[in-house]
């Protein structure tokens, strides 16, 4: 194996979207980076951030869950006209 395939499956387990773990994670980081572009006036950028941040927390918390709805205000608030 050569040191570039050891390197990505080294980050692969590092990266997998299916560790509850890193969801959450995604999900924070995700919210983060639309907030810094919404606060730099790129909304159009941002919002992308969002819709990734809405998916990883749905699939974590489920669609019940109050972190959904706190990123699911976070993203109609900033991408209303």
């Known amino acids: 194996m050569t040191r570039r395939a050891r390197t990505t499956k080294k980050r692969s387990r590092w990266t997998s979207a299916d ?3 890193q969801l959450v994670t995604l999900g924070d980081l995700h919210i983060s980076l639309g907030s810094l572009l919404v606060t ?12 990734a941040a809405i998916a990883a927390t749905r699939k974590y918390f489920g669609n019940d869950a109050i972190e959904l709805a706190i990123v699911l205000l976070d993203y109609g608030q900033n ?3």
């Open 19 to 21: 560790d509850p773990k």
């Open 79 to 81: 991408s209303a006209p």
């Open 40 to 51: 730099a006036g790129k909304i159009d950028e941002a919002l992308p951030h969002y819709e």
